[in-house]
């Protein structure tokens, strides 16, 4: 290649007044068109810039597109969705290994620690020759499970009395349709916590010796558990009235071939599962109200309709300074109908109807000063409402930046975030009002940044109005900043729906709540379930050493 050669400028002491204008005005126009050369390229820059952006924002939505489509041919071919976004992992990194001066017991070697439960002994001989000394014994402490099939026939004594009645001797307690409490403590303990279907439990009783069939299984798991849904029932009412604060969730159910749902509703020391046709408010209302079925229009009816925004004039039609309680629903029907209130217009009533099972929540005392924490589902959005900050990060995750200055901010938005929920968990074990202010302060400053970045700036300006919510925690410290409690409940159902599948009947569909419920709670209460379903059953020696599960939890509240 050969080398351009630049002109020969002389100098310019040299040149002539009339060559040094013409010089300097070439220069000018040399420089001019270099100045609209680079606008030029900068223009092009820019145009490619944009083109770039409009690329990346286009391929993101390929490829949401593409995983909408391979969720639809999983749900088609009956197999699992791939969760769309990765777990934020705030919970795990804002931890810290040593919470309030306690640090996790290391596992100990060594004997176990039933050496004292020993229940037989039995010396083994040595075979020693003659002049040998005896040296005491060398302990071995076995464990073993002892399983073994009894049919029992019980002659029952019939008598007739001198006017002709017949007494026959009762059986013992437990027995239900020729089957003892201990096979129907067996068949709960592992269809409940074990997670072992009708079908797998079926072929272990056969195999073990116990004649009987499937459909005999499932009437041994579903039906005459009065006594366990009563209890169940009444941990529901306790966990409601004592305890400071509620996690709440819910999860897809099949349910007689249809699609249910099921709300799980959980403090520190109870769990309940409740699965119905419907997630709305008005059902999670209802489940609140626990076995009441009245209706109450009280104060706490008319301020719940004052939220809702319902038509003052309709209101006053009601509001009779005095709370009015009915007994059930056609009553209260009945009144509103009386008061001028179309009922069969669901958009119309559905607000009076959640108000009159608020007002009757609030007159049986449950739910009481109690925080109600959620994933900000509408539904659950009622009472002292509190915010899961762990869905509240997850929206971030949910945001799709385009450029790399978009993806910037939101890395610095989620770091900020992320150290501002470490700040309120350290809030929570050390609470004080100085640390509140600054608190406060600090999510108005995290919340009010402006980054250019439009979907960025309107999730901030959403969550700044949900403030109070989210700060719940201020002033009420011992509220949860999450529902992972909630989420951790709900596994144990999932797994289960995800082996046994559905339920068909309605005993079915109660025996798998209330089983499933009254099994976390033990767990929370530190007792085995095994030992409560032998109390519960009046199985020998486990019998009446359990007290009322609704008792320990008002106790420990």
Same mark, same amino acid.
């Given at each position: ?231 169940? /029932?009444?941990?529901? =009412?306790?966990?409601?009235?004592? *305890?400071?604060? @509620?996690?709440? %969730?819910?999860?897809?159910? +099949? ?104 007002? /009757?929540?609030?007159? =049986?005392?449950?739910?009481?000063? *109690?925080?109600? @924490?959620?994933? %900000?589902?509408?539904?659950? +959005? ?176």
């Amino acid at each position: 290649m050969t080398k351009r050669r630049l002109p020969m400028v002389e100098h310019a002491d040299t040149l002539s007044l009339k060559a040094l204008r013409e010089l300097v005005t070439g220069l000018v126009a040399r420089a001019d068109r270099a100045d609209i050369r680079i606008e030029k390229l900068e223009a092009e820059n820019h145009k490619l810039s944009d083109e770039n952006d409009q690329l990346r924002i286009e391929n993101t939505r390929l490829k949401v597109d593409n995983q909408l489509l391979r969720d639809e041919i999983a749900r088609l071919k009956n197999l699992p969705p791939r969760p769309p976004f990765r777990p934020s992992g705030m919970e795990q990194a804002t931890g810290d290994k040593t919470v309030a001066g306690k640090e996790k017991p290391a596992s100990r070697r060594g004997p176990k620690g039933d050496t004292g439960k020993v229940t037989r002994e039995e010396v083994l001989p040595a075979s020693v020759p003659p002049g040998s000394r005896f040296k005491g014994y060398k302990d071995c402490v076995v464990r073993d499970l002892v399983m073994r099939v009894e049919v029992v026939r019980y002659r029952r004594e019939c008598w007739v009395t001198p006017d002709g009645r017949t007494i026959i001797a009762p059986l013992p307690a437990g027995i239900r349709a020729g089957y003892g409490a201990n096979l129907r403590r067996f068949c709960l303990m592992l269809h409940a916590h074990g997670q072992v279907t009708t079908q797998r439990l079926t072929t272990l009783l056969n195999d073990v010796g116990v004649e009987i069939s499937k459909r005999q299984v499932i009437r041994v798991l579903t039906e005459r558990l009065d006594g366990f849904h009563a209890e169940d /029932a009444a941990v529901l =009412h306790a966990g409601l009235v004592s *305890a400071p604060f @509620v996690t709440v %969730d819910d999860t897809g159910a +099949r349910h007689a071939n249809r699609n249910f749902h099921t709300t799980h509703i959980g403090g520190e020391h109870f769990t309940v599962f409740r699965t119905g046709p419907s997630k709305s408010r008005l059902n999670f209302l209802a489940l609140l109200r626990g076995n009441y079925q009245d209706y109450v229009l009280n104060d706490a009816a008319f301020t719940f309709l004052e939220d809702r925004q319902v038509d003052p004039a309709l209101l006053a039609r009601l509001n009779t300074r005095e709370p009015r309680r009915f007994a059930n629903q056609v009553p209260f029907l009945a009144y509103l109908a009386e008061h001028g209130i179309d009922i069969f217009d669901r958009d119309i009533i559905r607000p009076f109807a959640e108000a009159g099972i608020w007002g /009757a929540i609030r007159h =049986h005392g449950l739910v009481g000063n *109690a925080v109600i @924490v959620s994933d %900000d589902a509408g539904q659950f +959005r009622v009472g002292t409402h509190a915010l899961c900050w762990v869905h509240t990060e997850r929206l971030l995750h949910k945001l799709m930046p385009a450029t790399p200055r978009q993806v910037k901010h939101v890395e610095t938005l989620r770091e900020l975030i992320w150290l501002f929920y470490k700040a309120l968990k350290d809030f929570s074990r050390s609470p004080s009002r100085r640390a509140a202010q600054g608190l406060e302060v600090r999510f108005d400053r995290i919340f009010s940044i402006r980054t250019g970045y439009g979907d960025l700036d309107k999730l901030l300006s959403r969550l700044k109005r949900r403030k109070s919510e989210l700060l719940r925690v201020l002033e009420r410290p011992e509220t949860p900043l999450h529902t992972n409690a909630s989420e951790r409940d709900l596994r144990g159902f999932v797994i289960k729906r995800k082996i046994s599948g559905g339920t068909v009947s309605r005993n079915g569909r109660q025996a798998r709540d209330s089983m499933l419920g009254l099994m976390k709670t033990c767990q929370k209460l530190g007792l085995s379930f095994w030992h409560y379903l032998g109390d519960r059953l009046g199985i020998g020696v486990d019998h009446h050493l359990i007290p009322p599960l609704p008792s320990m939890i008002a106790a420990r509240a």
